[in-house]
């Protein structure tokens, strides 16, 4: 029954590729070409450093489709996307080693929650979780509804907008965790977050995004979800 229900959604809403949004037959919504062509880092550029972080790994660049895709993933509902994300993610993981004991997630506020309807993190994490059997917990709460970070100018205003709004709510003490969210640019977000689950006694944090800035980042990173 679920298959044939499958099969009708398919005949009234085709699979598209999550990037160019051309139909796709296997249902994975990465198509061959953008398979090919997707605006990759080199290996060594798939890896940066930030404060608080071991290292952050990212395995796309922030621009054309990419950038496309996210913002209809983040803003337009297209949460079906955290599939495919998740894959591309769990790759790069695997390219670096990257171990941890536990995966979560830099959180939206409540706020932005209740008008999106969904946390892109969490699926993110969620997906990534599934693809390698590593266990997720929410460890973060956003205390403070803070402005987007987009709507920030210099890194250093990002680094204030973000100052003390999450606290940990989990048990990271002696744990390599990663941490997870959709895009890391300035890197303000990413760092704050890695410092507040440092101060819980985690043992190392590493960042995990899908895409990253073109430019190598300095200091501080930050991952923009719209509330970062």
Not at 20 to 32: A, E, H, Q, S, T
Request: with cysteine.
């Amino acid at each position: 029954m679920n298959a044939l229900i499958g099969r009708l959604l398919d005949l009234l809403y085709p699979p598209k590729c999550a990037f160019c949004r051309k139909l796709v037959r296997d249902g994975r919504m990465l198509c061959p070409d953008c398979e090919k062509n997707l605006p990759a880092p080199e290996k060594e550029l798939q890896v940066q450093q930030f404060p608080h972080l071991a290292l952050c790994v990212s395995p796309l660049y922030y621009t054309g489709d990419v950038k496309k895709s996210l913002q209809r993933y983040k803003f337009h509902s297209a949460a079906a996307y955290c599939g495919i994300y998740g894959e591309l993610m769990a790759k790069c993981l695997r390219a670096h080693a990257v171990e941890a004991d536990v995966i979560t997630w830099v959180p939206l506020s409540g706020r932005r929650l209740r008008k999106r309807g969904y946390d892109q993190a969490r699926l993110l994490t969620e997906e990534v979780a599934r693809q390698t059997g590593t266990e997720y917990r929410r460890l973060l709460e956003k205390q403070v509804h803070n402005r987007a970070q987009s709507g920030t100018g210099s890194p250093e205003e990002r680094i204030k907008n973000v100052r003390g709004v999450y606290r940990c709510t989990g048990d990271a003490a002696g744990k390599r965790i990663l941490l997870v969210d959709d895009i890391v640019t300035t890197g303000a977000t990413l760092s704050e977050a890695a410092g507040v689950l440092l101060s819980a006694g985690a043992k190392e944090v590493v960042g995990l995004t899908l895409a990253r800035n073109e430019k190598q980042g300095h200091g501080h990173t930050t991952d923009w979800n719209g509330d970062s």
